[in-house]
């Protein structure tokens, strides 16, 4: 997927337009986790709106927790699982968006232009 060590660093405008992948990868996997999220609470808590719903998701995947906590066994159950899962969602997102930059770091200070190892 990135060059190689023995490769040149690549041009500020292909970075740009990799970081910009990558932050579009981000936000769909966290757009993906929110809807995941709404949808188990309708589907565990059927008497919550759905803006409640989306409001929980998203405090939960920002680390803050649920405004409205559930009440029967599944919804708490649930809760469990998608905070867990949401801890490393946004560890994930984290590191999908730094991984670009981490690269062109490592890669400029290891990058041999003569090419010879």
């Known amino acids: 997927m990135y060059e190689s060590r023995t490769e040149a660093v690549i041009s500020p ?7 910009m992948w990558h932050g579009l990868g981000a936000c769909l996997l966290l757009v993906g986790s ?3 999220g709404v949808l188990g609470h309708l589907y565990f808590e059927p008497h919550i ?8 998701a998203t405090l939960l995947l920002g680390g803050v927790g649920p405004v409205i906590l559930p009440e029967s066994v599944g ?6 699982g ?6 490393l ?3 994930a ?3 999908l968006i730094l991984a670009p930059v981490a690269h062109r ?3 400029r200070f290891h990058f041999d232009e003569g090419g010879d190892d």
Not at 49 to 56: E, K, Q
Request: net charge positive; glycine share 10%.
């Open 49 to 56: 709106p759905l803006h409640d719903a989306i409001f929980n």
């Open 105 to 107: 770091l490592l890669h």
């Open 75 to 80: 919804g708490k159950l649930f809760f469990a």
């Open 13 to 19: 405008r292909q970075f740009r337009h990799r970081l």
């Open 82 to 87: 998608y905070g867990l899962y949401v801890g």
């Open 93 to 95: 997102s984290i590191g």
């Open 34 to 36: 929110i809807l995941f």
């Open 89 to 91: 969602v946004f560890v």
